[in-house]
């Protein structure tokens, strides 16, 4: 899944693909470099950014959906958001898949958009939101509590009609989790590959790797994600979410031929 933010903040990227043109060569670029899904997002989720609102995504995002449509009908698209407006118009010009980073705690009538599209639907664990997820790091048992607090939204997404199949889960690597917290659930990947459900790990460039590496710019921080990578094939991920889409792409494929 190749990262394609529209954004003017996200901490990596922010600015670089906000227009319209800049914004499809950078969907041409990932679809070259053998990206399988395009995850678009018009909203920063990064820690302390503001909410711009569904009428701004949904402006952002409804051209480039249709132009994708139109230059590549193949690619599925997935579309970063946790506003049921945005899902429904993004469902309606097109688009495959939801991923809301709040699992349906943000706006509980996405469920129900989800489950009247009959789409995939990728439910992410965290906390609070972008200006509060840092200070609601404490856990009783990180897995178990992870595990736990997806289940309950697996449960209402359930009870509102979206079908068990539908589900992707993500247990929110960076979302009000520590250094070390982050670290713990990729060491105990195999507990939610254990669920019954695909699963889904977003990771590139963040912060936590950078404090592992000591190393400041988002955009040099490839080797630890291609590390992440690696142990992302040997738990038997299902789907990585990353900006570096060939490079990352070898490393998979590297490891497959290993293991």
Not at 141 to 148: G, R
Not at 191 to 199: G, R
Request: proline fraction near 3%; glycine fraction near 6%.
């Amino acid at each position: 899944m190749a990262i394609v933010n529209i954004t003017e903040d996200s901490f990596s990227d922010g600015g670089l693909f906000i227009d319209f043109k800049a914004a499809i060569n950078r969907v041409c670029f990932c679809i070259q470099q053998g990206a399988h899904i395009l995850d678009l997002g018009a909203q920063s989720t990064r820690p302390g950014a503001s909410d711009v609102g569904a009428e701004v995504e949904i402006k952002r995002l409804i051209p480039l959906i249709k132009e994708i449509k139109l230059l590549h009908p193949e690619v599925i698209i997935s579309i970063d958001t946790f506003h049921h407006e945005v899902a429904f118009s993004a469902l309606d010009a097109g688009a495959h898949w939801i991923n809301d980073i709040s699992g349906g705690r943000h706006d509980p009538n996405i469920f129900n958009v989800v489950a009247d599209f009959g789409c995939p639907y990728i439910l992410t664990h965290s906390r609070g939101n972008s200006k509060t997820m840092d200070s609601l790091a404490q856990y009783q048992n990180l897995v178990i509590d992870v595990k736990d607090e997806l289940i309950r939204q697996i449960d209402s997404a359930l009870s509102i009609g979206i079908n068990s199949n539908q589900i992707i889960i993500d247990p929110g690597l960076g979302f009000a989790k520590t250094v070390d917290q982050n670290l713990f659930l990729l060491r105990n990947l195999e507990q939610f590959i254990s669920m019954p459900y695909p699963i889904l790990i977003g990771a590139s460039r963040k912060r936590f790797i950078g404090s592992v590496l000591n190393e400041t710019d988002p955009n040099k921080r490839i080797f630890g994600m291609a590390a992440i990578a690696s142990r992302c094939v040997i738990a038997g991920v299902d789907f990585l979410r990353v900006h570096d889409i060939r490079e990352i792409h070898q490393v998979l494929m590297m490891t497959k031929s290993i293991i």
